[in-house]
């Protein structure tokens, strides 16, 4: 199907295929009731602290499990198991699930010196307060926060 694109310089381009886009994973919406900031938190550390615990209580989907259980359960995995098939595939439905809401999936090197395999980095907050708009008084702390 071809569609029409218009540049900047008002030169017109006819004729290339469209790309189609379609979200590998979708965050369902769940009614739950959303956290609220404690009017007594004010310092940095405390807003980091508020936000680390909304995220890691968000579902990727209806029932599914938390992104703190799904980060234990993966970090678990690649300790204990030798089936690196279900490791890769654990490794892309996280990384999937992350990147629609805003979420890049990070290894840990060794030089990190860290206890855990895997963990998050924010790296667009916008698509996180979409999905999670109880983080609106974290903004200023989200992007780059690792959890």
Avoid: W
């Avoid at 369902?28 to 909304?54: D, I, N, W, Y």
């Avoid at 290894?107 to 963990?119: G, I, P, Q, R, Y």
């Amino acid at each position: 199907m071809p569609f029409h694109l218009r540049l900047v310089a008002g030169t017109d381009v006819i004729g290339m295929q469209q790309v189609i886009r379609r979200p590998v994973t979708t965050v369902t919406s769940v009614r739950r009731r959303q956290p609220t900031v404690p009017k007594s938190v004010t310092s940095v550390v405390e807003l980091e602290a508020f936000a680390r615990k909304t995220i890691y209580d968000i579902r990727l989907g209806g029932e599914a499990p938390t992104i703190k259980e799904l980060l234990v359960e993966y970090n678990q995995a690649e300790i204990t198991s030798q089936n690196f098939e279900k490791i890769i595939g654990m490794a892309t439905r996280l990384h999937m699930g992350f990147s629609a809401i805003g979420l890049l999936l990070h290894a840990a090197h060794l030089e990190m010196e860290l206890d855990t395999k895997v963990f998050g980095i924010v790296v667009y907050p916008k698509t996180l307060l979409e999905v999670r708009p109880a983080l609106k008084s974290c903004e200023s702390v989200l992007e780059g926060l690792t959890f």
